[in-house]
């Protein structure tokens, strides 16, 4: 019951209380991965990706009140906190000078997103590249590609870049 109230097929968290939404990285997320069930419980996992101007704490106080309602229990885990780079930052600017030079695109900024990517696992990292804004979002769907020539101008994006952040200047 208290699944198909507060979560259904809604992904903006807007039924558990929790829908919120910023500037630098767009609306919350959620997702739920996981239900399993035993002869004790029903356990569902469930993936927030919250905006990079809140915190996991903010979120968990929204939710609270709703689960405690209802006498449902919450376990916290596997917590990820978002990674934001502001665009005037000076790894950000390089990566920017460096795609805008390989691709002339002067008119599109850095994008953010919800997903979790390498830059997880190594300090002051992001994810960069490769997606075009000529070419269609494919990623994680069916018949994901990338063509030859995309891949190609990825690989001299990637190189600069590398001799761009590894440079003293």
Same mark, same amino acid.
């Given at each position: 019951e208290f699944y198909n109230e507060h979560i259904g097929f809604e992904l903006d968290g807007a039924k558990l209380g929790i829908a919120?939404? $910023?500037e630098p990285s767009g609306a919350l997320t959620v997702n739920?991965?996981? #239900?399993?069930? $035993?002869a004790e419980a029903v356990i569902i996992d469930v993936n927030v990706r919250y905006p990079v101007t809140k915190t996991d704490d903010e979120?968990?106080?929204?939710?609270?009140?709703?689960?405690?309602?209802? $006498?449902l229990g919450l376990i916290k885990k596997d917590h990820k906190a978002p990674i934001y780079?502001?665009? $005037?930052?000076?790894? #950000?600017?390089?990566?920017?000078e460096v795609y805008r030079k390989n691709t002339g695109d002067t008119e599109h900024g850095p994008i953010v997103v919800g997903g979790g990517t390498y830059a997880r696992?190594?300090?002051?990292?992001?994810?960069f590249g490769p997606r075009?804004?000529?070419e269609a979002d494919l990623m994680h769907q069916k018949d994901e590609y990338v063509t030859v020539e995309s891949l190609l101008r990825s690989a001299h994006i990637y190189a600069d870049a #590398?001799?761009?952040l590894a440079s003293r200047e």
């Open positions: 919120c939404a $910023d739920v991965g996981l #239900i399993s069930m $035993d979120i968990y106080a929204l939710l609270l009140p709703g689960l405690d309602a209802r $006498d780079f502001s665009p $005037d930052t000076p790894l #950000i600017t390089k990566l920017m696992a190594v300090p002051n990292c992001v994810a075009f804004p000529d #590398i001799i761009a």
